[in-house]
């Protein structure tokens, strides 16, 4: 196990920026999940650790040593990729301890990480099949007893629930938190699904545009948001934002049709600025007096509902406990938990709620 640092990590093709200084820390035994849209630079940055993409400037370290002209094989690194990249003419054991034999490792010490890995990832019964003859779980899991049995210093994921589905990614998640939990191996995983960076992460780094938008725990980033597109993006469905202007006497938020939101704290804004008021779907609920919206379109999952809501121009999403029977037009008054307001900059979209 070792920290990983990046410091400074730059990447480009040609005249085309991809990574812009990305700065990220990760202790002994974290995991860290790098999140973002397609595109954004998470798994360029992860192929960079991995040594599979050169480093344009900066330096990344491993273990307190710079890996920056390391070979991959030189890294003590293991990597899971999203199509599992086992090979079909081999058995699931051979598949497993191909890596241990290419380092002409004994016999005995093979024997031995085979069958504590197939144990961990309960491979036992399937160590004699081939990769056809298993389902994509069984798949997913053999890449993972590949990586676990090399005993690495660092784990890297590059989306590997991608190819599942629901279901089986929802499986997939708990049993890699559990993996991780047993050995403590330093993981750095890629997604672009905030619901498995929220469920799986000791921290998460949001990033966008090849750059880090925000760095912290999972309710931290959920709680506090620095901007409006972590505060989008983190969090399903989406927080809402609604445009209008911060009223100082009274640290009130002024809706784009007149309607007035106490905030409940004193923002860092001026009197008359252009704000936007973020409020999480599931901080809504039905009121006597609030804000009158139109039902548009309603989504029942048993022990919830989702309600899509028209509001002046735009359109609110309330996640409302138990079951509800709206029809279409039918007018549903709302309002915010307190206390679970937030405010950001109309502009810039950075926050304006103080720690």
């Not at 998460?204 to 931290?220: A, C, D, F, N, Y």
């Not at 709206?326 to 915010?336: D, E, L, R, S, Y």
Request: glycine share 10%; with cysteine; aromatic share 6%.
């Amino acid at each position: 196990m070792a920290e990983v640092n990046v410091s400074g990590a730059r990447k480009a093709y040609g005249a085309v920026n991809i990574l812009h200084g990305v700065d990220i820390d990760i202790r002994d035994g974290e995991f860290v999940v790098l999140v973002g849209p397609s595109g954004c630079g998470k798994s360029t940055l992860l192929r960079m650790v991995a040594g599979l993409e050169s480093i344009t400037g900066g330096t990344i370290s491993i273990g307190g040593k710079i890996v920056n002209n390391l070979p991959p094989k030189d890294r003590d690194i293991a990597m899971v990729f999203q199509s599992y990249a086992l090979y079909p003419h081999k058995t699931v054991a051979e598949n497993m301890v191909f890596a241990l034999r290419l380092q002409k490792q004994p016999a005995d010490i093979i024997k031995q990480r085979l069958q504590a890995a197939a144990e961990t990832l309960d491979l036992v019964p399937y160590l004699d099949r081939y990769p056809r003859q298993l389902s994509g779980g069984q798949r997913q899991r053999v890449a993972m007893g590949r990586a676990i049995v090399r005993s690495p210093q660092v784990f890297l994921f590059d989306e590997p629930l991608s190819n599942l589905d629901a279901k089986l990614r929802v499986q997939m998640r708990k049993e890699i938190k559990e993996l991780h939990q047993r050995l403590r191996t330093t993981t750095i995983y890629v997604t672009h699904d905030q619901v498995e960076a929220m469920t799986m992460a000791d921290k998460i780094v949001v990033m966008q545009g090849g750059k880090v938008e925000q760095i912290g725990t999972p309710l931290e980033l959920y709680d506090r948001p620095r901007n409006t597109f972590v505060a989008a993006f983190i969090g399903s469905p989406s927080m809402n934002l609604l445009k209008g202007r911060y009223k100082a006497d009274g640290a009130i938020f002024v809706t784009e049709t007149g309607d007035e939101i106490a905030l409940g704290f004193t923002p860092q804004a001026t009197d008359g600025q252009s704000v936007l008021l973020g409020v999480r779907p599931e901080h809504l609920s039905l009121s006597q007096s609030g804000l009158d919206t139109t039902v548009n379109v309603t989504e029942p999952t048993g022990h919830e509902t989702m309600v899509f809501l028209r509001y002046g121009s735009g359109e609110l999403v309330a996640v409302l406990s138990d079951r509800h029977d709206f029809v279409p037009g039918q007018v549903a008054t709302i309002t915010a938990r307190p206390g679970k307001l937030h405010l950001f900059d109309g502009e810039s979209g950075k926050t304006l709620r103080p720690d």
